[in-house]
């Protein structure tokens, strides 16, 4: 005989005479459209998740997943449209608001105070006091009763800058879970963990998922998805395209709704690799980065690297030009060996590197668009201690006009450019010491697909010069479009090499996830 029904944010029960059941719970969203000047993010996304289960959530760069999250968790209120928790309705104002009706998120990047110890992390503001001064034994216990709940031992005493990544991604979920969410989010929380930690994550996830928490699981290693994801939605330009059970799926099924009929445009002809080696990395080792690496690179090629997040691939760019040091191996450049690289070596042997995350690696912000573009060049233009202004000038505008940097001034900061004019000074800079051979560490990560265009038409006439190319990006469909020849790198090792007119896009992710 029922009883009656009681039901909040947080929890809902059916109560009964014999029992009390914990009933499924189910956030959706009913027609959002989120609109940003000049583009519109979200369209008319209808999606739902639900408890019990792992729901993951996938899309390429831009497809709207992060904007998706940012409307759930108060970050976005001014959108189009309605959200649901069990059929109530809910908008809030700013994440801390969501975060205390029992929305969580735990983005990628973390957001921990080294300084303060792990349950001062987990509690921070929310401190149990006695009178005006905290309650530092209830606090502690406090901490320590949710690291029990959630089944982790950590010392809640302990600085967070003792501990390891995977120990902080493990506080972030606790400071979350610390508030009892009905909504748990995670912006792909293993993009920092090696193969254990991740596996010892995906143990915890499956522990919350038993709690009645929604879990809504953000990730662009699309591999892992079998391992902890019950179903997954996709995202595709603003839209919501479909969502599947995992269990018996193929690859070739997820990446159909990522990618569908995907036109690629066509790389020039005259756009070859020629008959001479001018790079030959051999038996080069990084453990656990990357294993027994080897390959020649041509002059005029255009060499993609493709793989998965985690593949390896960013950390072998770094060995390769001496950011890193390799454990073993050999690199040879027109044949003679590099002994000891590093970047001011390779920079003199004609080696440039186009760094991930321009921003913090390729620019300095605070300074002018000029000083920017001869920031690799200042030896070449400098006479003894001091800067030729003529030269410096002249280096500067060469770069503007043959790379048509769209710029108010080359006098202004490197804040005032868009992030495509950005990257095309970071490539400027590097222009300016007459390479042999660029490394593109995910060249059009950020900008639009018109700037997009632009970096891969730069890549196309350092080509036709004689200048040969190593290029790494997620954007897998990227790599055929612009590349001569593709490696795929899975796990630190190179698995298999192919011809980018041999294949499509499913068929390169499939090969890169190492399945069918």
């Known amino acids: 005989m029922k009883l009656g029904v009681f039901s909040g944010l947080h929890r809902s029960y059916v109560i009964t005479d014999m029992e009390i059941e914990v009933s499924m719970s189910v956030l959706r969203t009913s027609n959002v459209t989120k609109r940003f000047p000049g583009t519109v993010a979200l369209k008319d996304v209808s999606i739902s998740f639900q408890s019990g289960k792992v729901n993951a959530l996938v899309g390429k760069n831009g497809s709207g997943k992060s904007t998706l999250m940012k409307v759930i968790n108060g970050a976005y209120n001014d959108f189009e449209g309605s959200l649901y928790i069990d ?18 998120t735990v983005y990628q990047e973390m957001s921990l105070i080294p300084g303060l110890s792990v349950a001062e992390n987990i509690l921070l503001g929310r401190y149990r006091k006695n009178g005006p001064f905290i309650d530092w034994k209830a606090t502690y216990q406090d901490a320590q009763d949710v690291l029990d709940d959630m089944g982790i031992t950590l010392p809640v005493k302990e600085m967070v800058a003792h501990l390891s990544v995977w120990q902080c991604q493990v506080i972030e979920i606790a400071k979350a879970m610390s508030a009892n969410p009905k909504v748990l989010i995670l912006d792909e929380p293993t993009s920092a963990l090696a193969q254990s930690e991740t596996e010892m994550l995906f143990a915890l996830i499956r522990r919350l998922v038993k709690k009645d928490v ?30 599947i059970e995992m269990e018996g799926a193929k690859h070739a099924d997820l990446l159909s709704l990522m990618f569908g009929d995907l036109q690629l445009k066509e790389r020039p002809a005259d756009v070859v690799a020629l008959d001479e080696v001018v790079l030959e990395v051999k038996d080069f080792n990084r453990e656990p980065k ?15 690297i ?8 960013t950390e072998l760019l770094r060995a390769i030009f001496g950011a890193d040091k390799p454990d073993s191996g050999a690199i040879f450049i027109d044949g003679e060996v590099v002994t000891n690289p590093s970047p001011v070596l390779m920079k003199n042997k004609g080696i440039a590197f186009v760094p991930e995350d321009r921003k913090q690696q390729g620019l300095v912000q605070i300074l002018s668009i000029k000083s920017n573009l001869n920031h690799s060049s200042l030896d ?24 048509d940097i769209n710029v108010p001034g080359e006098e202004f900061p490197m804040t005032s450019l868009s992030g495509g004019n950005q990257q095309k000074v970071v490539v400027g800079k590097w222009l300016n010491i007459d390479p042999k051979i660029v ?6 990560r950020g900008i639009d697909v018109n700037a997009k265009q632009q970096i891969f038409q730069i890549i196309w006439d350092l080509s036709r010069h004689g200048l040969s190319s190593i290029v790494v990006s997620s954007e897998l469909e990227e790599l055929l479009e612009i590349c001569n020849r593709i490696i795929i790198m899975k796990d ?7 011809n980018p007119d041999d294949l499509s896009v499913n068929e390169l992710y499939a090969l890169s996830m190492g399945g069918n």
């Open 492 to 498: 630190g090792r190179f698995v298999d090499e192919v």
């Open 214 to 243: 929604i879990v809504i699981y953000i990730s662009h290693r699309l591999q892992e998805l079998w391992e902890i994801a019950d179903t997954c939605s996709v995202l595709r330009d603003g839209k919501y395209v479909g969502t």
């Open 439 to 444: 490394i593109f560490d995910e060249p059009s």
């Open 87 to 104: 059929d109530q309705e809910f908008r809030y104002q700013h994440p801390k608001q969501a975060f205390e009706a029992g929305i969580a």
């Open 380 to 403: 070449l233009i400098s006479n003894g201690m001091f800067v030729d202004a003529k030269k410096e000038t002249d280096f500067c505008r060469r770069q503007i006009k043959d790379l």
């Open 290 to 304: 990357f294993m027994d690496i080897n390959f020649k690179l041509y002059k005029g090629e255009v060499l993609g």
């Open 306 to 313: 493709a793989g998965m997040l985690g593949a390896g691939r």
